[in-house]
Structure formats: structure tokens, C-alpha cells
């Protein structure tokens, strides 16, 4: 282990150090990073002004704010079915256009136009700009800055019913049996969240990714990802929810390769469970995908693909039990459970997951252990340790929001090919450079084998992703993917030197449909 950590954690952790030093300033986890610098990304009042410097936080217990999975996704430990403050933050915050909630104070000018204005006035300042500020003129801007502040709307309706249904909230039905419009001590206040519903009875979602990835020598568009939930909350602090679809599969394969539609079905989540209880504590059972890490959104991440979160492969879901909290900035989950079989069968393999952390509005970091006890021919046993992080600038420049986050997952495994520890670890920066676009640059690193030398693979990307309305998002990168050619496989695998490495561009467009 000391030889590694000398030989390969290091010099990983220098370039890093080197990137996020050099580079200007993506993954879904970015949302958590980045949204958390203005509360009223996630709902409506208060806004970032005077107004909540004078909002009182309620004691612990009762807050309900916090940056973690659940406050935004019905799977607690993210993606699929959204909360009202998801479902609030897509329609106010992310899209460029056609965003049916008010925008978010920060972001009222982050337009083409609000841009272009800002770029202008740093390269050619009009000469007030220039001039400096006397006592009265700066009192007359405090004064006109708390009356515009003073007209923003607060829709704050937070003891009216929300609708039954209404078009701003499509996929959202009914209320809760029991639910009190003045009595939600822990649950989602009705109204802050303009008019979406808080707490619907029904709620019915979707998610469809379509891919378009090319190399030197193949090319290929698929489906990635086909999938469909239903939650029902009958009663406040109770959900049934169960979510699955359809893998997509790459075209282009040899016949014998190709699975039929029957094989690709997967479930993500099949669930009961209570939440929103006091510290935003929750317990389920039934069948989930298992905490561990940042769970991001490129399936083909080497963190993903090879630590047991590679969506491509169904038997990732298992059939346990999970509690949690998340009392504002800290947050615990711990799981134990029996493993999934290729066939929806138990393996009789135990298994169990612990995550903590902190997630603040400016930083974020959190520690995950995973076990899982297989056998062979279901992938074997799988022990794993991940540590994640971010730093969100935009918490100190709101006008400019830029996050830097990654990971790094360290892993022993035994299967067919044997015992092996594994390492894997990426980088990202990303830049919302207006409403709806966000630029982002990232590194991936991955060694198959600590035994084996130069087993090291890696890539480099650079790209956008583009939310043009509430329901759709693009994303387009080209990556360069690194592999250690046969002529150098005499280095001995200290610092990685470009000129050993054998480089492939790869060009990847998504699709992303949901709602």
C-alpha cells in the first residue's frame, strides 16, 4: 500500500492540485454543490436580500434545508423521482427558457443580454464606474436596492391548499390524506414553492436518455436509458414509490452480444418508507440502489463503471433496509442488505453501506464504505471506500457560480480474474456561464490492478451541458481517452508521462428527456 500511495495517489493528487490551480472555471451532484448559494434556487421566499437575513431558522430538529439527495429526489441517495424542491429548482432555475416560476434573485440578469452587459463593463467601464463613490450616492443605492427589493413577490402562501392539479405542475395529483396546511412541522411548507405542490398524493415521472458516441473507428446512437416511476403518498410522512425501465444497448454489436428486451429491464427502486421526521430522518425497505459515493450521471465514469454504480448493469439494485438523517449541513445514512442476482434472485450474499458527511453552502466533503458478499458468477465480493468533495465558489461570487468537485474510490474485489485492489478517481470544474448553460472540464483516472503494472487508464474532457427548457437537457464533450501502449510497457508506472501514452478522441452527445 505504501508503495502505491508513493508511487500513484501522489502524483494524481499533485496534478489535481496543478488543475484546480490553473484551470477557469459537471455530474448531477454538481446541483447540490452549486445550487446552495442562493436559497431561492429550491423555493420561492425567502430570497437572497435583507428579507432573509431576517428569517429565523427554526432549531435543528425542525430545519428542513439541507444539500443532500433527499431533499431533492424521492431515492434518497439521488437521481429518478423528484421532491417539490427538484421539481421547483427545474422549473426556475435550470432551464434557459421557459422557466414557469420566478427566477432566482441572483439570476434575473444571467441572460445573453445581462452577460454582454457585464463583459462590456468590465473591458470598457463607463467613466462613473471609474469615479469614486461619495457617502451620499452610496446611501441612495442602499435605499433604492431595499425598495426593489421590497416589490419582488414572496408568494408566500404557506397555509393555502396547493392545487388538486394545475399546468405548472403537471405530473403532481392530490394531497395527502392527512396533510394540514398549518400544521407541516417537518414536511414541505405549502405555498413557498409558487405553485407547485408540496405534497402530492400521485406523482408520476420519466427519464429518457438517448446517445450518440463516436470514435476513430466505430459510431453508434442508442437509447441509454429508459425508465418510468410512480410514487403515492397517501399519508404525510409515508411513500410507496417503485421506479425501472428498459438499459439501452449499443448498436454495431455482434449478434450473439445483443440482449433481448427482457434482459435489459431493470428496477431502480421498489420501496416503503416513512421520511421528513424530526432532523429530516427517514427508514425504508424494499429493493434501492445502495449509497456509495457521488453517484454522477456519466455511466461510463471509471468511479461508476467499475465500483458497483455502473447503471448498466440491473443486479446493482438490491433488497434491504436503509436510515438516514440530514439535519441541515451534516448527513448519515447506513444500509445492510441481501444482494441481487442477474434473474431478480437473492444471492444470499449479505451486504451493507455507511455514508457521512458534511454538505455546506460553501464546501462539502463525505466518506462512504461499501460491502457486498457474492459469489463468482455474481460478481464476487466487493469491498469498497470512497471520499468525495466540493467547493463551491459561487457561494462568494453569486453572480458567477463555479464548482470544483471529485472523488476518490479505493476497492478490493474478487472474481473470476481474482483478488485485486483497485483505484479510481475524477476531477471536475464546471462554470454556469449563463441561466441553462454550464461549461465544465474534467479528468479521469482508473488502475485495474495495484499487481499488474501499467494497468493504468485515464481521459480528459471539456464540454457543455445545455437545459434549453425544463424537461430537456444536452450535453455534448469530446474526451480523450489515455491507455499505456505495448512499445512503453517497460516504464515502471511512476508519473504518468504524456509522451508514453497512446491518446483516442472520443466524441459523446446525450439527450436527455425527463419529467
Known amino acids: 500500500m505504501k508503495r502505491y500511495l508513493s508511487r500513484k495517489v501522489c502524483p494524481v493528487l499533485l496534478v489535481l492540485f496543478l488543475m484546480g ?7 448531477l451532484p454538481v446541483y447540490t454543490a452549486r445550487e446552495g448559494r442562493i436559497c431561492d434556487n429550491c423555493h420561492a421566499n425567502p430570497f437572497q436580500t435583507d428579507r432573509q437575513q431576517e428569517w429565523p431558522n427554526p432549531e435543528l ?46 439570476d434575473l440578469l444571467r441572460n445573453v443580454s445581462g452577460t454582454y452587459q457585464r463583459i462590456k463593463h468590465t473591458v470598457n467601464p463607463p467613466p462613473s464606474a471609474t469615479k469614486p463613490m461619495s457617502e451620499a450616492e452610496w446611501e441612495r443605492l442602499q435605499q433604492e436596492n431595499k425598495k426593489k427589493a421590497a416589490k419582488l ?27 394540514r396546511a398549518d400544521q407541516r412541522t417537518y414536511s414541505p411548507l405549502f405555498g413557498i414553492y409558487g405553485d407547485l405542490n408540496a405534497d402530492p398524493f400521485l406523482l408520476l415521472s420519466g427519464d429518457f436518455r438517448m446517445v450518440y458516441f463516436k470514435t476513430p473507428d466505430r459510431e453508434s446512437g442508442f437509447p441509454m436509458q429508459s425508465e418510468l416511476g410512480v410514487a403515492l403518498h397517501p399519508m404525510e410522512h409515508l411513500t410507496f414509490a417503485v421506479s425501472g425501465g428498459l438499459l439501452g444497448q449499443p448498436d454495431g454489436l455482434p449478434p450473439q ?21 424530526p432532523y429530516q430522518s427517514y427508514a425504508k425497505a424494499g429493493a434501492f440502489i445502495p449509497g456509495f459515493g457521488l453517484r454522477i450521471e456519466d455511466h461510463t465514469a471509471y468511479v461508476n463503471k467499475h465500483f458497483e454504480r455502473d447503471m448498466t448493469r440491473r443486479n446493482i439494485t438490491v433488497y434491504g433496509a436503509e436510515v438516514g438523517l440530514a439535519p441541515n449541513y451534516p448527513y448519515l445514512s447506513a444500509s445492510v442488505f441481501t444482494n441481487m442476482g442477474q434473474e431478480y434472485e437473492q444471492t444470499n450474499g449479505l451486504g451493507g453501506a455507511l455514508n457521512f458527511g458534511w454538505r455546506d453552502l460553501l464546501f462539502g466533503a463525505g466518506l462512504s464504505f461499501m460491502v457486498k458478499e457474492r459469489s463468482t458468477e455474481f460478481g464476487g465480493n466487493f469491498k469498497g471506500v ?13 453572480t458567477n457560480p463555479i464548482v470544483f468537485m471529485g472523488e476518490f474510490v479505493l476497492a478490493e474485489r474478487a472474481d473470476y480474474a481474482g483478488k485485486r485492489m483497485t483505484y479510481a478517481n475524477f476531477f471536475e470544474i464546471s462554470y454556469l456561464i449563463l ?66 501514452l497512446s491518446f483516442t478522441d472520443q466524441l459523446l452527445l446525450v439527450t436527455h428527456i425527463y419529467f
Open 153 to 179: 413577490p414572496t408568494h408566500d402562501k404557506r397555509h393555502e391548499y396547493p392545487p388538486i392539479w394545475s399546468l405548472s405542475d403537471p405530473f403532481a395529483v392530490g394531497r395527502a390524506l392527512n396533510a
Open 257 to 277: 452480444a445483443q440482449l433481448p428486451p427482457e434482459k435489459r429491464t431493470y428496477v431502480r427502486q421498489a420501496i416503503v418508507m416513512v421520511h421528513e421526521l
Open 21 to 27: 490551480y490553473s484551470l477557469p472555471g459537471w455530474s
Open 61 to 106: 430538529a425542525k430545519r428542513k434545508c439541507n444539500l443532500s439527495c433527499s431533499t431533492c429526489h424521492i431515492d434518497t441517495n439521488g437521481g429518478g423521482m423528484r421532491r417539490v424542491a427538484g421539481r421547483y429548482l427545474n422549473a426556475s432555475t435550470l432551464p434557459y427558457w421557459g422557466n414557469y416560476e420566478q427566477r432566482p434573485y441572483w
Open 435 to 500: 441561466n441553462g448553460l454550464n461549461l465544465k472540464v474534467n479528468q479521469h483516472f482508473f488502475d485495474l490492478s495495484f499487481a499488474e503494472r501499467n494497468s493504468e487508464v485515464g481521459r480528459y474532457g471539456a464540454g457543455f451541458d445545455f437545459t434549453p427548457l425544463p424537461f430537456i437537457r444536452l450535453t455534448f464533450e469530446y474526451q480523450w481517452v489515455w491507455v499505456i501502449p505495448e512499445r512503453n510497457r517497460w516504464r515502471r508506472g511512476s508519473l504518468i508521462n504524456p509522451a508514453d
Open 386 to 398: 470512497s471520499f468525495d468533495y466540493y467547493v463551491n465558489l459561487g457561494r462568494i461570487f453569486f
